[in-house]
């Protein structure tokens, strides 16, 4: 059964950076797009980023386009999240996800198979 662990979170100043990391094992992971999403304290879970199972096929919700970069590295098995600029509204829990299909879609539950347990970002001044 496939496993998503996430890690690289922390605690920045606004301003600064961080890199996720969303490691699977045990199942497939290369034929999937993988998704990022992000849950902050008392609102839903919404989507952040995807990238297709080649990585050509991206995509990012508005508020972290052009602050966020996604990428994978399906020999490693492992999906990154480079997030730079970071603004306090950028604190959540960030899990990684995998995605139903091999292309990016809607950031909806039905279309993720698999979840990470998360890994917290703190934005603080």
């Known amino acids: 059964q496939l496993q998503l662990v996430e890690s690289g979170g922390g605690l920045v100043q606004p301003g600064g950076s961080l890199r996720l990391s969303c490691a699977a094992s045990g199942g497939t992971f290369g034929y999937h797009a993988i998704y990022w999403f992000r849950q902050a304290p008392g609102k839903e879970r919404e989507g952040v980023s995807c990238?297709?199972?080649?990585?050509?096929?991206?995509d990012y919700e508005d508020s972290v386009n052009g602050r966020f970069t996604i990428s994978r590295d399906n020999a490693e098995n492992t999906v990154f999240l480079q997030m730079n600029s970071l603004k306090f509204e950028d604190t959540a829990v960030y899990y990684c996800?995998?995605?139903?299909?091999?292309?990016?879609?809607?950031?909806?539950?039905?279309?993720?198979?698999?979840w990470g347990q998360g890994t917290q970002v703190t934005i603080s001044s």
């Open positions: 996800a995998r995605g139903r299909y091999s292309y990016c879609s809607n950031y909806i539950a039905d279309n993720i198979d698999s």
């Open positions: 990238i297709s199972h080649s990585g050509k096929g991206i």
